[in-house]
């Protein structure tokens, strides 16, 4: 199977498109929020992002790339490895905050009711063929 | 209930008025930002209630922003005035923890890197007064490296010691429960009803009879209803309801609770059950004499030292001074602000009410005074809740003084 580097552009374009096909904005309580999970310690030394924005639960901005993220009313913050664990599968998200190995900066009483719609993007980004 | 009040309603109280003179008071104070503790300060600035470990920060300017346990959140949300998204949660998760969640606001939300921040600190004589524990502070100090904390909880105390129109006529509605519930319990009472009533049934009616009359809670933490009967209500100030069976030729001491938006009623009522000996009705009349007689002397200029000097005055003539307790009052507000008047001014013994301390027009205070005989196995308590005019006071709850035999 091919498969495509972990937060390269390709990776971002597959993901953008996969997550346009498969979320149902019916599906996702007509939310608006925007996210920005912030890589750190990737292994070439960089920071990298995944930012993902929805406006009445239609996903309206996604993006990948290096250095700073966009500015976003959620910032998830951990190590690389610890993202590769969840979008593989390997670890829940709610679990690894709860770990503190991701730190949630914004309104935690907001993201408790976009948890589950978190979870469904993560299931989506799971679905890809991915080198990590 | 969601937050529904308006100028226009009776309960109406300006909590942006209080938000705006408390960033006054932490400009005099050289603070720039506050961190409170409190369940006191929670209801006096939330207009909401808060019971589970809640923390309030308020900026030198604009509105304050709220963290409670995560289970809790929504529905405070639901319930204050605050905007919605000044309503926040802490969680045992990486990042929104007490510490990261709160240090995350003021270094990134309020921008601030240096620093004073005030915090509430002190000591209490109950058990949920809500001062930040060393383990907090230590893990504040840690998260706000560069600012300086400083014990900063008489700014709050000593706006919420005088009493708004809107504070006031909620603590006359809890009063006005508070009697519905004495009603109830006199009904159940006479004619013999009380026998195989027990202390906690006594309890339980009242509370019954209060929640129909609008009450939420009875809301007191020594024991929610607090009911006594015989050699019990001469034990003292802690008087939470036993399975005890209320019993011929005793006392019996109710002693309610009532909440209505978060202002308290408290209103103790005594009876003797039939047939009460001689001794039991003179140390009644005594009892009722030493109310009346305070409560008439009560007044704005008064001290807690004068009270208890006349208390003591009038007992000597009526030869009860052995049976009187100590002490005419203690401090009410909103859920939360009770047992002091002292910790906002300065009293001689810290953290306890000032004996000099001279009662303002507009102040509240629960009078609340007893009368322990152990050796009749007897004892009385009178509250109420009293609002302090320039000629006199007024007491809140209109349940008849007086001690009844049922």
């Known amino acids: 199977m091919e498969t495509t580097r972990y937060l390269s552009p390709a990776w971002g374009a597959i993901a953008k498109a996969k997550l346009l096909a498969e979320l149902d904005p019916a599906?996702?309580?007509?939310?608006?929020?925007?996210?920005?999970n912030i890589y750190e310690g990737c292994a070439d030394g960089a920071s990298r992002y995944l930012f993902l924005e929805c406006k009445d639960?239609?996903?309206?901005?996604?993006?990948?790339?290096?250095?700073?993220?966009?500015?976003?009313?959620?910032?998830?913050?951990g190590s690389y490895e610890t993202f590769a664990s969840i979008t593989r599968g390997e670890l829940g998200s709610q679990k690894a905050l709860m770990l503190g190995k991701l730190r949630l900066k914004g309104n935690m009483a907001k993201a408790l009711r976009l948890a589950s719609l978190a979870d469904r993007v993560n299931k989506v980004l799971a679905g890809i063929p991915t080198e990590y | 209930m969601p937050y529904d009040l308006?100028?226009?309603s009776p309960y109406w109280i300006d909590n942006r008025a209080r938000v705006r003179q408390l960033q006054a008071a932490m400009a005099a104070n050289g603070l720039d930002v506050y961190l409170a503790s409190r369940p006191r300060t929670m209801s006096f600035?939330?207009?909401?209630?808060?019971?589970?470990?809640?923390?309030?920060?308020?900026p030198a300017k604009g509105d304050p922003a709220f963290f409670t346990f995560v289970i809790d959140a929504t529905r405070v949300a639901d319930e204050t005035w605050l905007p919605e998204d000044r309503v926040r949660a802490y969680a045992p998760m990486g990042g929104q923890d007490q510490a990261s969640a709160i240090s995350s606001f003021v270094l990134e939300e309020l921008g601030l890197t240096k620093g004073r921040v005030g915090y509430e600190d002190g000591m209490s004589t109950w058990t949920p007064e809500g001062y930040l524990s060393h383990y907090e502070y230590e893990a504040f100090r840690a998260a706000l490296p560069g600012f300086e904390f400083v014990n900063s909880h008489e700014l709050v105390d000593a706006m919420s010691v005088i009493k708004d129109a809107g504070?006031?006529?909620?603590?006359?509605?809890?009063?006005?429960?508070?009697?519905?519930?004495?009603?109830?319990?006199?009904?159940?009472?006479?004619?013999?009803?009380?026998?195989?009533?027990?202390?906690?049934?006594?309890?339980?009616?009242?509370?019954?009879?209060?929640?129909r009359a609008g009450s939420v809670s009875e809301w007191n933490f020594a024991g929610l209803n607090e009911i006594s009967s015989g050699r019990r209500s001469a034990l003292g100030a802690c008087t939470p309801p036993t399975t005890k069976p209320l019993a011929a030729g005793e006392p019996l001491m109710v002693d309610l609770h009532s909440m209505h938006r978060l202002a308290l009623g408290d209103h103790s009522?005594?009876?003797?059950?039939?047939?009460?000996?001689?001794?039991?009705?003179?140390?009644?009349?005594?009892?009722?004499?030493?109310?009346?007689?305070?409560?008439?002397?009560?007044?704005?200029?008064?001290?807690?030292?004068?009270l208890a000097e006349v208390m003591f005055s009038r007992a000597e003539a009526l030869g009860c001074s052995d049976f009187v307790v100590p002490g005419c009052e203690h401090g009410i507000g909103l859920f939360g602000d009770e047992w002091r008047i002292g910790s906002a001014a300065d009293s001689p013994i810290p953290y306890w009410t000032d004996p000099d301390h001279i009662y303002a027009e507009g102040e509240m205070v629960i009078c609340a005074m007893q009368y322990a005989s152990p050796?009749?196995?007897?004892?009385?308590?009178?509250?109420?809740?009293?609002?302090?005019?320039?000629?006199?006071?007024?007491?809140?709850?209109?349940?008849?003084?007086?001690?009844?035999?049922v």
């Open chain 1, 57 to 77: 639960g239609a996903l309206s901005r996604f993006e990948v790339g290096e250095g700073e993220a966009p500015e976003a009313e959620f910032r998830i913050l």
């Open chain 2, 6 to 8: 308006t100028p226009a």
């Open chain 2, 167 to 211: 504070t006031i006529a909620r603590f006359r509605e809890a009063s006005r429960q508070v009697d519905e519930g004495h009603k109830a319990v006199r009904e159940a009472i006479s004619g013999g009803g009380w026998k195989g009533l027990t202390e906690t049934v006594i309890g339980g009616i009242a509370a019954l009879a209060m929640r």
């Open chain 2, 269 to 306: 009522h005594n009876y003797l059950i039939g047939p009460a000996t001689k001794a039991q009705r003179r140390h009644a009349d005594n009892f009722v004499d030493l109310v009346s007689t305070v409560l008439g002397a009560w007044k704005a200029g008064s001290t807690p030292s004068g």
């Open chain 2, 375 to 405: 050796g009749d196995g007897l004892g009385f308590r009178y509250e109420n809740p009293i609002v302090i005019g320039a000629g006199g006071v007024e007491a809140l709850s209109k349940y008849p003084l007086g001690i009844e035999e």
């Open chain 1, 27 to 36: 599906k996702m309580n007509g939310a608006s929020a925007s996210m920005s």
């Open chain 2, 45 to 58: 600035i939330m207009d909401a209630f808060c019971p589970w470990r809640s923390y309030l920060v308020v």
